[in-house]
């Protein structure tokens, strides 16, 4: 077998080991991440694609039997009990909200959009068109009915962009972009039992000070039952992602492609069209830095955008969101701060920064979805020599240290530059997208 064969199969012992049979979907990683995650279950879903249609679609079946009723979808579902992570179901306690899912317990926020491109992504990967089509119509409204839910109730000024409530709804939890939002805040000290540093060590995850924060916002939520209008009222933290409304426009657009393949379906086919073009040129308008060369956060309380220059600010690029010479902008930008010979691409944050942590969680190490969906970008744009730098950047990465969580941009690390937890399914799925594309 060669060096690639090789790799996919210890990916697909990856994911197959941490996919549960019974239940139909796969933990992110064992003791630190025991339960569905929503994003996770997106990415995870394409690379069974490559080899096992049916997991495949049990992924995203077990993800949409714990939507809501009125569209939601949330970040973690509680598919079984485990005590080896807080907070759990007793603390998130979904029921308060009146159109909660009544078979799962779940969180009472959402992760990023992506489960439209992965539709999309499936019917390009899986052979039997047929079949996945099958699948798809039966699952697209579902997909729909979410988008819906995100223009209707996280719009609150008709925007055509999703807020987010949490850090923990924009899948990038610890980022220094929050550091400005925890500034506005002074939650009590919780008491607690955190389990993560009881898996990972302490250094390259949350202090217990931002956990203060992270809980304290879920407790202002609960106050409002999950609601999203007192909760765009009231959250202190209230942001516009570049990433998380990259995915929502990135799905708007799959579910167009899909929509009309399946046909008859011209008024959500019309309704997408308008969500999209409102959508992008706001986000245009209103989350590009100039003086940074780059897609920035917006606080949506604070009224004003966030300057700092992170991986999620290149994110657009794989929604087709800027122009030629604003594509042109973002690549200088991450060729000048992130792609320095003597790093991997691409750091989850600027590594100018003094807020940047090589080790640090999404404080500065690299991640392999946002490198993904870099890739993706960067070639679509056809920048052949960034995309293929960040594919290989990410295959040499997964190859020296194993299926990390994340890694260390530092090329000079050389042993153990590997962090979080191990054996990550989408560190494994992706990769199997990688060596197959
Ligand atoms: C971490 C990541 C988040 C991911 C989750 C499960 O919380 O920040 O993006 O979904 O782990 O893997």
């Known amino acids: 077998m060669t060096t690639k064969d090789n790799l996919i199969e210890s990916a697909k012992t990856v994911l197959n080991s941490n996919f549960d049979e019974d239940k139909g979907f796969t933990i992110p ?147 220094p972009i929050w550091d400005d ?94 969500w999209q073009t409102k959508a992008i040129a706001r986000f245009n308008e209103k989350l590009f830095n100039e003086k940074l060369g780059a897609y920035v956060h917006y606080d949506l309380r604070n009224e004003k955008q966030i300057e700092h220059v992170s991986s999620s600010s290149f994110a657009p690029l794989f929604a087709d969101i800027p122009d030629e010479a604003r594509a042109n902008t973002l690549v200088e930008t991450m060729t000048t701060k992130f792609g320095s010979e003597n790093r991997y691409l691409c750091a989850s944050f600027d590594p100018d920064s003094d807020r940047f942590n090589p080790k640090k969680y999404w404080r500065g190490p690299v991640w392999i979805n946002l490198n993904w969906l870099l890739y993706k970008g960067l070639k679509s744009y056809g920048f052949y020599d960034l995309s293929n730098r960040v594919k290989e950047d990410s295959i040499t990465l997964i190859e020296k240290y194993g299926f990390y969580e994340y890694f260390d941009s530092r090329k000079e690390v050389t042993e153990n530059a590997g962090y979080g937890g191990n054996n990550f399914s989408w560190s494994a799925a992706l990769l199997i997208d990688f060596l197959k594309s």
């Open 29 to 175: 990683c064992e003791g630190l991440y025991p339960f569905q995650w929503n994003w996770d279950s997106g990415f995870i879903a394409i690379g069974f694609a490559h080899y096992n249609t049916d997991k495949a679609k049990r992924e995203i079946e077990a993800l949409l039997s714990a939507q809501w009723e009125n569209g939601f979808i949330p970040h973690i579902i509680f598919h079984n009990d485990s005590d080896t992570y807080f907070p759990g179901p007793d603390f998130h306690l979904s029921k308060l909200h009146p159109l909660a899912s009544k078979s799962h317990r779940t969180t009472g926020m959402t992760q990023p959009p992506v489960l439209g491109f992965v539709l999309k992504e499936l019917y390009d990967i899986v052979e039997d068109k047929t079949d996945i089509l099958n699948f798809i119509k039966t699952n697209i409204d579902k997909v729909y009915h979410n988008h819906e839910h995100f223009y209707t109730h996280r719009d609150p000024n008709q925007e055509g962009l999703a807020f987010i409530y949490h850090n923990w709804e924009s899948g990038t939890d610890n980022s």
């Open 181 to 274: 939002i925890w500034d506005t805040m002074n939650p009590p000290n919780y008491k607690f039992e955190r389990r993560d540093t009881t898996h990972v060590d302490a250094s390259q995850r949350p202090t217990n000070r931002e956990y203060d924060y992270y809980l304290h916002l879920i407790e202002i939520a609960k106050e409002h039952h999950y609601d999203d209008a007192k909760i765009a009222e009231l959250s202190p933290f209230l942001v516009q992602d570049p990433l998380f409304n990259a995915m929502l426009i990135k799905s708007n657009a799959a579910l167009i492609a899909l929509y009309e393949i399946i046909g008859d379906a011209a008024d959500k086919i019309s309704q997408l069209k308008q």
